[in-house]
């Protein structure tokens, strides 16, 4: 299905979010809306560069949704990953109360002008609308299908408080949204994987990977998070990924290198999760110790290593 015009909506799946509220006055009364937006990064890209317009908010009941302007905000998702989010509202003064749920308006349509005008620079998103740089230095207009608001249906809502905040972060794990179909270039398509939640309930992974394992010859390694299954079945499917994550070369102390990882924004108080280190995305290796399956805490880091 193809998408005409320059705006696209997505409908973030929020999931077991909840808040309080209470009181009431004469005026309608209202709370705070946070949103931020973090990213599980891809490999060998040196920029994703999302152009956000608006975030449209249903509330319970009859009435219509309503926009929430945003300054045109471009954000390069390389640059918030782990526990790292870009903020797209902050405070943002709302009706308070039940909403069914959020979408965020952003600019990427098929044959579009993403990457039109890109400076170049490695760390700066100029171009216009939505796009990614490759390592090559190809740049690839993104493209989200209409189709996608009907398949990101939501499974839940949530509240904003009276005279209080709601703090939430719509983590996009970019890694398992992207294919590029032959004859479109240079569009690819987006089928956005998101979750929203709530900032008080959710925790992250990190942990160190050897470099047998990381800097093997031709690996892509990354970490990958099971809900609650089993990565060795032979049945796992994109379904069962709670979240996913590079892993990238860092500097020691005593001048080797090292390699490691960090999830951010996995909900606390789930079933437990179970980690397992990949190369090609189909060949798991278990962490050491037999950590699987692990819990999260909300507010706290976890850490796993495979060495």
């Known amino acids: 299905m193809t998408v005409r015009g320059k705006q696209v909506l997505i409908m973030l799946a929020t999931a077991g979010l909840a808040g309080c509220g209470g009181g009431s006055s004469q005026q309608e009364p209202t709370g705070y809306l946070s949103l931020g937006v973090s990213d599980a990064p ?123 905040s709601a703090d939430f972060t719509a983590e996009w794990d970019m890694m398992q949204s992207m294919t590029e179909p032959p004859g479109l270039s240079p569009d690819v398509i987006v089928r956005p994987v998101i979750k929203l939640v709530n900032n008080a309930e959710v925790g992250a992974l990190s942990g160190r990977v050897s470099a047998d394992l990381a800097a093997a010859e031709g690996c892509e390694p990354a970490v990958f998070v099971f809900d609650n299954t089993d990565p060795d079945q032979s049945d796992v499917g994109v379904s069962d990924i709670a979240a996913t994550g590079i892993v990238s070369s860092v500097d020691n102390a005593d001048g080797t290198t090292g390699y490691e990882y960090e999830i951010g924004f996995l909900l606390a ?39």
């Open 269 to 307: 108080g789930q079933d437990s999760y179970e980690a397992a280190f990949t190369c090609d995305g189909m060949n798991f290796v278990e962490p050491d110790e037999g950590m699987n399956p692990f819990d999260i805490v909300a507010g706290e880091m976890t850490v796993i290593d495979f060495l």
């Open 42 to 164: 891809l490999h060998s890209t040196q920029k994703v560069c999302i152009t956000f317009d608006d975030v449209e908010l249903k509330r319970a009941g009859d009435g219509p949704p309503f926009l929430v302007d945003l300054p045109q905000t471009k954000v390069n998702l390389l640059d918030f990953q782990g526990m790292n989010a870009a903020p797209l509202l902050f405070n943002e003064e709302v009706p308070a109360g039940e909403y069914l749920w959020m979408r965020l308006v952003i600019d990427a349509s098929q044959g579009g002008i993403g990457g039109q005008g890109d400076s170049g620079d490695p760390n700066v998103c100029d171009g216009a609308a939505s796009y990614f740089v490759m390592d090559d230095e190809n740049t690839y207009n993104i493209v989200v299908p209409s189709g996608d608001q009907n398949g990101l249906k939501m499974i839940g809502g949530f509240t904003v408080p009276v005279n209080a």
